[in-house]
């Protein structure tokens, strides 16, 4: 069933006011550009799989894409290579663990389970088939533009200081290396990484690569195919089984939604053939999401009854 387009714009407006009575959090730190990105910007949109755009807020405002990467990442690799590859080298568990923790490391062999935290997103990026760096480079952000329908930018600004301060994600990349779990030259792995972190989208841009995954990997604004409709379902139960990291399970019972958050404080979620959702607001819990993003998803979902374990 459809839904419909006035009950769509009420549910995002009725998302931005519950988002904006919600206080708490604080902007990520341990990224200089990111403690100084204003904290009061919040916005929600949401994209239908025939194209139409709901918005609320500050639905305009370019921000670092940061974790929320990863998951169109990890739709490239499973484009080249296909899911049992990616299943193979990657992994298809949750961590149960913080995005960047080197215990998940330690506990499995130096294999990172997840594409979706920060060792699987490395060991992700580097194992997209490519010719170097740029070419590499050029690949990931090529099938983020595909998805958002839109010229992202790579924020100079946000990657020199991500660059700068990354030593945590240096020691995962060389512990990947350690156990054959980087597929391509370690250093070129991390920079690529820390670029595709560094992308800016704005929360329509991010509703629209949310919608192309509900929309069976077309594109509902360019009805361009951007990934198979048969890789969608594993990048979604990617999303379910660590989408928020360590409060995944706390979401999938809450929203009950495949979601995805990154430390700029956007977070997306599908609702497979009805909906794609993203909010922004950079305030973050100690998980590392959004708390306004994630009260806005939640309540949107919630209005629209697209909790995927109701009948
Ligand atoms: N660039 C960030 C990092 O590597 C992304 C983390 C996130 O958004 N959770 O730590």
Redesign the pocket.
């Known amino acids: 069933m459809t839904l419909a387009p006035d009950a769509i714009a009420a549910a995002v407006k009725a998302g931005l006011q519950a988002a904006l009575e919600t206080t708490g959090g604080a902007n990520a730190s341990y ?1 200089p550009y990111l403690a100084g990105v204003p904290s009061g910007l919040c916005g929600v949109c949401a994209v239908t799989p025939d194209g139409q755009l709901f918005e609320a807020g500050d639905t305009r405002h370019g921000f670092a894409i ?2 929320i990467s990863k998951v169109f990442t990890l739709a490239l690799a499973l484009e080249q290579s296909g899911r049992e590859a990616v299943r193979a080298k990657i992994g298809a568990r949750p961590t149960g663990l913080p ?2 923790s080197v215990i998940a490391l330690e506990l499995h062999g130096d294999k990172p389970l997840s594409p979706l935290v ?1 060792a699987g997103a490395i060991a992700t990026a580097s194992f997209i088939k490519a010719s170097g760096r740029e070419d590499r480079w050029s690949q990931i952000l090529g099938c983020y533009r595909a998805f958002a329908a839109a010229e992202l930018p790579l924020s100079k600004e946000v990657n020199e200081s ?1 660059q700068a301060t ?1 030593l945590h ?1 240096r020691a995962i990349v060389w512990l990947l290396a350690s156990a054959g779990n980087c597929f391509c030259d370690p250093p070129e792995a991390l920079d690529v990484y ?1 670029r595709q ?1 560094s992308v800016l989208v704005t929360c329509a841009e991010l509703a629209t690569m949310a919608g192309t995954l509900a929309n069976r990997g077309v594109n509902p604004v360019s009805k361009t195919k951007v990934v198979s409709p048969g890789n969608v379902p594993p990048i979604l139960a990617e999303m379910a089984m660590e989408g928020l990291y360590d409060t995944s399970g706390d979401w999938a019972y809450e929203v009950g939604l495949p979601g995805k ?4 404080g956007g977070v997306m979620a599908v609702a497979p053939g009805k909906l794609g959702i993203a909010a922004f607001s950079p305030p973050l819990d100690p998980f ?1 999401n959004s708390v306004r993003a994630q009260k806005a998803v939640r309540t949107v979902a919630g209005a629209l009854g697209l909790n995927l374990y109701a009948a």
Do not use: H
């Not at 958050?261 to 700029?264: E, P, W, Y």
């Open positions: 990224i940061e974790s995005f960047n920060n991500e990354n994600n820390t972190c958050s990154g430390v700029g590392g």
